[in-house]
């Protein structure tokens, strides 16, 4: 039998010893525990760049797979320590919305409008949504799974890293603390369809400056389209991220979404642009 | 039997290929050790900062884990090559002070007071002490151990990698080479005690901007006392890095000191605080 | 039976979750590979970076590991994606020149002169040479071995990570793909010897800011030579980084060449030189 995996996302970033700690209690519970790191450069408190990092890398995963996610401004505060249990796999981390994504993802799996969960609110503002029925989420309150001693600021290390480890060891999930009913959602903007444009959101920057939109390439966007975003127009989806003659271009990206780019530069910094820039996509 | 864990900690950041030379090394010489990285992003040749960040996250993985230091600006001069063995596990790299706080630790869990050690001197200077009677230290002069060719500059590939590699393959701590009676040690700034106040310092300040103190949490501070930091007063401790209304708080940290944060920013910033800053914590 | 390494090596960086998918692409399909992070802060788009850092690391990692290489500005053009088969193990990337240094490195093992290969060219520009005898390479135009959906613009995932984890369960090189007769190479300036003069460039700066130059320490050149660089001359050579009394020093480096160096700074900020610049080494 192959030994479990772990994954860790986070906003300690690499000088520190936070996320080493985090693993030295796994290793301690699970020896075998095969760690793997998604990120820990997401920016600081950046609740919504976690997400869209845990909800794109834990897809790739083996299913079963164990998911710790803490970015968790909250930390020492009422909100709730979580398990939620999709399709997919396991995934530990504060109550605060770092798991939309991976939500988002098991609601569109079933065929769920994801529309209906959305008010009229501000993009990536925390709502609160009953665990899809495909889902089980659990607080952990089972005090027996953590260390002995609890900090008021690190429950990455105290409480999640250990209820992780005891996972990959094989415990079941309603062992971890009482189900939950409802959990937080963080409001992702959806893409609009009028007429024949659809509006839609940048909710994404990644490495390179290529701008990530809500946009799903499963829409079926036909290459001839024209796509406006900071007052430039780009003419027509490009096949690869050198085949722009000018730098601007519209690809289908990686992530499943319409991606907007610069050929070998940064998108983001040519247009001003970022998480919440609007675009639309109009239809010849 | 579980695999032997080796962590590895160092500046040489994640740019160049150093880290990873040194982890092909130890696969070669051991292939089934788990490696870990603790950070690799010490800023240059700081190693107080490196020595922080070992001792903070050594002593959460599990006893017998080897650990590797390599922030050692003194590479190919007359500094020792190290191996130390304390109750917590193998520490290899430089004797220049890095592994003070991994020593600091054992000196105090066997109730033995710090402040004897030290004398009136620059905070975090480079002082000799007696290796505690608790732990063995070994310079590492048998080149059996080390790689072929030895580089004047780059000992953690050449020799502190094999010999830790060695070691997770179980060769006695011993063999590596010569006993020593001496190490080097920063010297640490104590805090002081003096009628209702607590005199103490910065030591390090964490990717947050968190400032973390050297005025031990276990020293049972009350939540009402006040805090003086930069010509700034804060009024008792809080319960999270959230539940501060003017931004500015005090907190029992996760490392077991006395910490100085900003609700959702730099306390480091705020203050133009750092290592070496004074506070002084009043009892009411 | 130790299980199978499997290097990465990327311009991904560490905020998104590029390399975490590739890493739970190969984990899906060769549960129990050592995956070993070379660098994933490559500057993007810059192969010569990237081809210097695979280079010097893959050397020290036992043979038959796969190295894994994803700088792909041109990914979805008409580049070949490759299979790079040396004396020391399997390379996986796009065919642009990343594995230059791997191929340099396999050449001078086998005493054939590089000069020859080269013409007078731009530094680091683009050629196309013969497949090393001692080397195979392969096209891999096989989609058994890839993902079921390919995007356009991220092979590393859908490409090369399953290729990768398909070679470490085993698969004959041979059946990835199409053998090739010729690939891309950098043209990597060579030193050359006029007189009692050696005339080189930098073609590597590495964290702490030392310029790694091209030529070889195994040249034999004499502790009390001459080097000119950027206006500055250095007598001699150093033993250590720390034994500069002057700061600016030349020294035997680590990765097999003459390192341009600063004492506790960086040489690159010093002598504002980078890849590219030129020195000479002058015999007494």
Same mark, same amino acid.
């Given at each position: 039998?192959?030994s479990?995996?772990?994954t860790?996302t986070?906003?300690?970033?690499?000088?520190?010893?936070?996320?080493?700690?985090?693993?030295?209690?796994?290793?301690?519970?699970c020896?075998?525990?095969?760690?793997?790191?998604?990120?820990?450069e997401?920016?600081?408190?950046?609740?919504?760049?976690?997400?869209?990092?845990?909800?794109?890398?834990?897809?790739?995963? *083996? #299913?079963?797979?164990i $998911?710790?996610?803490?970015?968790?401004?909250? /930390?020492g505060?009422?909100? +709730?320590?979580?398990? @939620?249990v999709?399709?997919?796999?396991?995934?530990?981390g504060?109550?605060?919305g770092?798991?939309?994504y991976?939500?988002?993802a098991?609601l569109?799996?079933?065929?769920?409008?994801?529309?209906?969960?959305?008010?009229?609110?501000?993009?990536?503002?925390t709502?609160?949504?009953?665990?899809?029925?495909?889902?089980?989420?659990?607080?952990?309150?089972r005090?027996?799974?953590?260390?002995?001693?609890?900090?008021?600021?690190f429950?990455?290390?105290?409480?999640?890293?250990?209820?992780?480890?005891?996972?990959?060891?094989?415990?079941?999930?309603?062992?971890?603390?009482?189900?939950?009913?409802?959990?937080k959602?963080?409001?992702? *903007? #959806?893409?609009?369809v $009028?007429?024949?444009?659809?509006?839609?959101h /940048?909710?994404?920057?990644d +490495?390179?400056g290529? @701008?990530?939109?809500?946009?799903?390439?499963?829409?079926?966007?036909?290459?001839?389209?024209?796509?406006?975003?900071?007052?430039?127009?780009?003419a027509?989806?490009?096949q690869?991220?050198?085949?722009?003659?000018?730098?601007?271009?519209?690809?289908a990206?990686s992530?499943g979404?319409?991606?907007?780019?610069?050929?070998?530069?940064?998108?983001?910094?040519?247009?001003?642009a970022?998480?919440?820039?609007?675009?639309?996509?109009?239809?010849?």
């Amino acid at each position: 039998m192959s030994s479990p995996i772990i994954t860790l996302t986070t906003d300690f970033g690499s000088r520190d010893g936070f996320v080493a700690a985090m693993k030295g209690v796994i290793l301690n519970i699970c020896p075998d525990a095969t760690l793997v790191d998604i990120s820990h450069e997401v920016p600081p408190h950046d609740i919504a760049h976690g997400a869209f990092v845990l909800g794109s890398a834990s897809q790739f995963f *083996p #299913q079963g797979t164990i $998911h710790l996610a803490v970015v968790d401004p909250g /930390v020492g505060s009422s909100r +709730h320590p979580l398990l @939620l249990v999709t399709h997919n796999g396991y995934f530990v981390g504060p109550d605060n919305g770092i798991f939309s994504y991976v939500v988002l993802a098991d609601l569109q799996r079933f065929g769920m409008s994801v529309g209906e969960l959305h008010g009229n609110l501000e993009p990536m503002s925390t709502i609160i949504i009953p665990v899809p029925q495909a889902c089980e989420a659990y607080i952990l309150n089972r005090a027996d799974y953590w260390l002995d001693e609890i900090s008021s600021t690190f429950h990455g290390r105290d409480i999640f890293a250990p209820v992780a480890a005891h996972l990959a060891r094989g415990i079941p999930s309603s062992t971890v603390g009482q189900e939950l009913g409802e959990i937080k959602f963080l409001n992702i *903007p #959806q893409p609009v369809v $009028h007429g024949d444009t659809i509006f839609g959101h /940048v909710i994404f920057v990644d +490495h390179f400056g290529n @701008l990530i939109t809500n946009i799903p390439t499963s829409f079926g966007i036909p290459k001839d389209v024209e796509v406006n975003i900071a007052r430039r127009t780009i003419a027509g989806l490009s096949q690869s991220y050198s085949d722009a003659t000018l730098g601007l271009l519209a690809i289908a990206g990686s992530h499943g979404y319409i991606e907007i780019a610069v050929r070998r530069g940064s998108a983001a910094q040519l247009l001003n642009a970022g998480v919440g820039t609007r675009l639309e996509v109009k239809f010849p």
